[in-house]
Structure formats: structure tokens, C-alpha cells
């Protein structure tokens, strides 16, 4: 199941051509839910911003702004990658506000990643995309397809002293540990 919320999920939904989504999917219903009351908008993003759920839309009524900002704050208690309550964590304290990195997410979601840093561009020249594709095609191999290989890739392992394998590939040392973890995985040894 993807991480994130995708056109297939909104048929019949009015996005623009060029819509941004990049909120998780546990907020699909609060999604469907705010797009019901938006038809006569058209949607330009649905995206995450500070740990919540924020819809940009052509210009709305003011009661469909209300709406809006109503499940914008309903989004902040829902865990944004599989809709349990959640809810907002963040890294520390700016001015007395949640600082850093926000996530709205239930306890067993809290150190999962979903935005690994501009890793996904497929024709991304760099390095990280090249050590993106070659951990995510041997974790295929290892787990037998690509869903399961995306999600190992972005949970915390045990095996890696709970980091998340996505976070080490942005270093070519990091790599190394998450391709020999993965091949010793695929071997079966796994401690
Ligand atoms: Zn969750």
C-alpha cells in the first residue's frame, strides 16, 4: 500500500493538472471528507505542512475556509500513515512552538520516514538517487517485491540499531551497512 495519498485514491475529485500530493494516507478520509464539501474548487495540493493536513484550493466561500482549517486541526490528532489517532511530534521548542521536524503519528509510526529528502526524483544524477535504486532493487530481490521493499526501506531496523535504512543511504558509509544488512537478510541471517 503506497505511503501516500495518490490520484487513484480521489477519482472524480477536481485536481489540477499539476496538483501537489504529498500527504500520507492515513489521512484519506479526512481528505474525501473535505472534498465533499469543496467540489465547486479546484484542488491544487494536498500536502503535509508542520505535522498537518493542508488542502490548497482556488478561492473558497468563507465557510469553505472554516471547513478547511477545521480539518486541518482534526488532522493533527490523526496519524498521517495509517489514520490511528496520532499525534504531533516534533524535534524541540523555537519561540515556545513545535520546531524542527513535525509529524502527526501514532506510536508505532512515530520514527517512520515518508519525504525521504529529494531522493525519488528518478532522474536525479546524484549519488543518493543511485544508491536509492540499487538498495531498493536488492531489498526487491530480498523481499520479493517492491511495496515490501519501500516499506523496509522506510521503518526503523532492528538489525541497523533502529535507524531507518532510507536515512543511511544519504552517505555512501551508510549504504554499505544497509547492502550487507540486506544481504545477510537475504541469506537468512539475520542476527
Ligand atoms: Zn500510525
Known sequence: MPLLITRADLPGANLAADVRLSAGRGWLPLVR??????SDLKILAIREDAGALVIDTTRGSAAQRVRLAEIRAASLHVCELCGRRGELIYEGLKDGRPAGWH??????????????????????PSSNAWRLASATSKAE???????????????????LNREVPIDLLTTQAGYELVDDYLSRIGRGVYC
Open 141 to 159: 530481490v530480498v523481499f520479493g517485491d517492491r511495496q515490501a521493499a519501500v516499506e523496509w526501506l522506510m521503518a526503523p531496523a532492528i538489525g
Open 33 to 38: 471528507e473535505a472534498l465533499a464539501d469543496l
Open 103 to 124: 509529524r502527526t503519528r501514532c506510536v508505532a509510526h512515530r520514527e517512520w520516514r515518508t519525504c525521504p529528502p529529494q531522493m525519488w526524483l528518478a532522474n536525479d
